[in-house]
């Protein structure tokens, strides 16, 4: 263990940014083929993009609960491996396995199941629908495979591992593209050359989806089988109360959170396009912009995660408060790197994506907005991110939940259905509900109350 000395760990740092690189890199993958997804589908018309993208907030429900599975392991691992005991870490890697297959089942029956109602239950026009149907059945047929993906990728960094994941993205992500490539266009010529085509359309983006997902969850699983410190073996995959109560005492508040928070962005998108179509477009284009300029925060807090979960399974107390300080420190400022870039390419990003003047300068203002908040955000990303890793996730519950509907809904509600006002104001609020995180979250911090082991002392 590397021992801290000073006010600051600097030494830390190299460990710290080994683990956080690679979560960056394998976002920034991932959010490179959200776009090239995004052009090549919408090369097909407006139907096409509306087909893929009428699901999307269902697949953030699944996905988002999936994940917070994944947060309980986490904890339990990161603590575990801090401790010394890897056995109990490989017995808990069991029960990830077990949590991939049961949730996987679940998930598959009742997706399945739904996916003719669900284009309905989300008000898609009718002729949209049965294309809608038929992508969203075939992108949740290896459900199993992505939920190994989402939980097996959370185990092994919990283990300090995060370049296996990394490899795993971009090997998903490579696939991805050249499978849309080959099945959603006809066979045509490319600067004289044929290319084969299977011209699946909206088929062939699911099916290229679905094959990724799979190709995924074998790599990631046989990753998680060969890992040194956490591979089970076949007696640690049966039920284990001694690991699945915590594990899910730390999941049960993250999956509602998350649950809660999703549902909370179906509606105030759902506000968002009431004011208009452009600022509907706005809207949603800034959201993808956007996103790349989050990658520096969340990747640190996987770093934050699974150092604070180490070093509470040693019950080194003083050594997560000074982790704490080096990582806030690093946060702010790449988070201040990132809110400047954004702010600087607020409107040649938008115009990337439209050629609309007026959506570009209404995009390009709420980004220059929400530019100005990231380091206050990136701040509660990092502190909620070390509670996780020790397992306490009741406290970012309650609080996120409190910010979404009592700030971000009420106000947007108020903002654009009672005074009329438009995107501006509703991303005015977006940016109180951060603000109101960030508040709660650093005055937490201060107290001392965000480290069990800081009560424990006293």
């Not at 960056?24 to 959200?34: G, S």
């Not at 939980?151 to 995060?162: P, S, Y």
């Not at 396009?273 to 284009?285: D, F, K, L, P, R």
């Not at 996987?302 to 979960?309: E, K, S």
Request: with cysteine; charged share 10%; net charge positive.
């Amino acid at each position: 263990m590397i021992r801290a000395r000073g006010r600051m760990p600097w030494e830390l740092l190299p460990v710290i940014l080994a683990l956080a690189w690679p979560t960056m890199l394998e976002q920034l993958l991932q959010t490179a083929v959200q776009y090239i997804d995004t052009a090549m589908v919408g090369s097909l018309g407006t139907e096409a993009v509306a087909a893929v993208g009428s699901t999307t907030t269902v697949n953030w429900l699944i996905g988002s609960t999936v994940s917070a599975i994944g947060v309980g392991f986490l904890a339990f691992i990161s603590q575990a491996i801090g401790a010394g005991e890897n056995e109990k870490a490989r017995r808990a890697t069991g029960q990830a396995a077990l949590a991939v297959l049961v949730s996987g089942a679940v998930f598959t029956t009742v997706a399945l199941f739904l996916s003719g109602v669900i284009p309905e239950l989300m008000q898609v026009e009718e002729h949209v629908r049965p294309e809608a149907s038929k992508y969203f059945f075939i992108v949740y047929l290896p459900m199993i495979f992505r939920c190994a993906s989402i939980i097996f990728g959370t185990v092994l960094r919990a283990a300090g591992d995060t370049r296996t994941p990394m490899l795993v993205g971009l090997a998903v992500n490579g696939t991805n593209v050249v499978f849309n490539f080959l099945l959603i266009y006809p066979t045509r010529e490319i600067f004289g050359v044929r290319v084969f085509g299977a011209g699946l359309g909206v088929v062939g983006a699911a099916v290229a989806t679905a094959v990724s997902y799979a190709l995924g969850g074998v790599l990631i699983t046989i990753a998680v089988m060969k890992h040194k410190s956490v591979s089970p073996t076949l007696k640690y995959i049966k039920p284990d109360r001694e690991i699945l109560v915590p594990c899910f005492r730390v999941a049960l508040p993250n999956a509602l959170q998350r649950f809660g928070t999703s549902l909370g962005y179906v509606a105030f998108a759902a506000m968002v396009n009431s004011v208009g179509e452009v600022a509907t477009a706005a809207h949603t284009i800034a959201n993808t912009v956007e996103s790349a300029f989050y990658i520096p925060g969340y990747g640190m807090q996987t770093a934050a995660a699974t150092l604070a979960g180490n070093e509470f399974g040693a019950k080194n107390r003083e050594k997560i408060n000074r982790l704490g300080k080096m990582m806030l420190l690093i946060e702010t400022v790449l988070m201040i790197l990132s809110g400047g870039a954004l702010f600087l390419l607020a409107d040649p990003m938008m115009g990337l994506f439209s050629a609309d003047g007026e959506v570009i300068s209404l995009g390009g203002t709420v980004l220059k907005m929400v530019a100005l908040s990231e380091p206050f955000y990136g701040i509660s990303i990092i502190i909620e991110g070390m509670m996780m890793g020790m397992g306490k996730t009741t406290m970012p519950f309650v609080t996120n939940i409190i910010g979404m509907w009592g700030i971000r809904i009420v106000g947007t509600f108020i903002c654009t259905q009672l005074l009329s006002f438009g995107l501006v104001s509703a991303w005015g609020c977006m940016i109180l509900h951060n603000l109101l995180l960030f508040g709660v979250f650093f005055v937490y911090y201060l107290s001392g109350r965000w480290n069990p082991l800081n009560r424990a002392k006293n």
